[in-house]
């Protein structure tokens, strides 16, 4: 009951701030607001920015002094849905439970949406009050290489050229789930670290804790868009299936995907070990994020 009154406290708190955040006192940009808005508000758990401030407190920092930097992450996230549902990417019709943002704005007005929430999301970060300009700039370097080319819009385009492509073995697989999914919590992890003053152990198990978090997490949205229930999901499931793409489910089994989401959740919680009850909420969280498919 703890974790879940942490998790809703937290994404209630998220959702008041973010409700403030994307406004504009110029008429001709109003659709493109409302359009930013119209995802960025349109609920989700909150996962990255909740992570990114549990961790801040497993190593006994305020987080309230770095919501809106959460909040940034948030925006980075919501663009890459806006931009995954396109018809040139996923072509899906619904997400968290209501039409896409294309379906309701039209392909351009989408995608410049998703580009808005992008960069100003970097402005949010770069406007960050309550820590030192220079780690400010690392925070965003790592934010930026984990976003982009060489991470999760790297994997995008992995992805896009490994449709109808079941060949491309679990070495690919890996690489695009890491791509994809993994290195976006790999570096909110290492930028709370950073926040934090942890040392260099502490860090070291921060990112074994991501990288292996992450793991579970992808494995486990491939099960649920295999298995998962469609009016709990608020989205289709069975999209990978249709785009005819290499899942841990069509590469292994079912039950073998379980296994291995539940093998990286343990390797989660083993890199824990070293931290006090702070980090008790980093524990709940891998182990929430693996009972989805039970």
């Known amino acids: 009951m703890i974790f879940k009154e942490y998790m809703r406290s937290q994404k209630e708190m998220l959702d008041a701030r973010l ?3 994307v406004r504009t006192d110029v008429p001709q940009f109003s659709q493109l607001y409302e359009a930013m808005n119209y995802s960025l508000n349109a609920g989700g758990k909150r996962i990255r920015p909740i992570l990114f401030l549990a961790v801040l407190e497993a190593l006994g920092k305020d987080s309230a002094r770095y919501v809106d930097l959460a909040c940034a992450l948030e925006c980075v996230h ?5 931009h995954d549902d396109l018809p040139a990417m996923d072509d899906d019709d619904y ?7 294309h379906k309701v704005y039209g392909e351009g007005v989408a995608i410049l949406a998703g580009d808005g929430l992008l960069t100003y999301a970097f402005e949010l970060m770069a406007a960050q009050p309550d820590a030192e300009p220079a780690t400010v700039l690392q925070c965003i370097r790592i934010f930026a ?3 982009g080319p060489a991470g999760m819009v790297g994997g995008q385009a992995f992805d896009l050229a490994a449709e109808g492509n079941l060949d491309i073995g679990l070495s690919g697989l890996r690489l695009l789930h890491k791509s994809k999914t993994g290195i976006i919590f790999s570096a909110l992890v290492e930028m709370a670290a950073l926040l934090g003053g942890a040392d260099d152990r502490a860090r070291a198990a921060l ?3 991501a990288e ?3 793991l579970a997490f992808q494995i486990t949205d491939d099960i649920l868009d295999a298995v998962g229930d469609e009016a709990l999901m608020g989205k289709p499931v069975g999209s990978d299936e249709k785009n005819n793409k290499a899942t841990y489910v069509t590469l292994l089994s079912l039950d073998e995907a379980k296994e ?3 093998a990286a959740t343990q390797k989660a919680l083993a890199a824990l070990d070293g931290f006090d009850d702070k980090a008790r909420f980093l524990r709940d969280l891998a182990v929430y994020l693996s009972e989805r498919v039970e």
């Open 19 to 21: 409700a403030e955040l």
């Open 78 to 82: 919501s663009y890459s849905l806006i």
């Open 212 to 214: 292996s978090m992450g």
């Open 95 to 101: 997400r968290r439970g209501k039409p896409t943002n």
């Open 207 to 209: 990112g074994v804790y």
């Open 260 to 262: 291995q989401a539940a």
């Open 145 to 147: 290489h984990a976003a």
